[in-house]
């Protein structure tokens, strides 16, 4: 897709992952996916253009809090906005979520697919 705005999701959720990247594309967006922490952080280190990046935090190998840290200390993402979409909802979760430098905290089971995208459009209006 030229000149679109691409949007990484680290999902380790088949369904969830297929669903979000039709959603979002059918919204103009590019999505790129990854289904573990390992692979989410090795994407966002080597693909260019990345605007968003949607973040599970309870992932294989490496999990989200950690791969948001990197992501935060990494100079070309360290502005990058990064929205966790997760079932962790305990108060102390989002509140290390967003410690660590996540933009919003989505849990899972509140939302529907429309309303993750309502959050990307806040950080990344579609074009």
Do not use: C
């Amino acid at each position: 897709m030229e000149n679109s705005k691409k949007i990484l999701i680290v999902e380790d959720d088949d369904f969830l992952t297929r669903m979000l990247s039709k959603t979002i594309e059918a919204e103009g967006y590019e999505a790129v996916m990854a289904g573990t922490g390992e692979e989410g952080w090795r994407k966002v280190s080597t693909e260019n253009g990345i605007q968003l990046i949607l973040l599970d935090v309870m992932l294989p190998d490496l999990d989200g809090f950690e791969v948001l840290k990197r992501i935060r200390r990494y100079e070309p993402t360290k502005n990058t906005p990064v929205i966790i979409v997760s079932n962790l909802g305990q108060p102390e979760d989002q509140e290390r979520g967003k410690a660590l430098g996540a933009n919003d905290y989505i849990i899972k089971s509140n939302v529907s697919l429309d309303e993750v995208v309502s959050h990307v459009k806040k950080f990344l209006p579609a074009t």
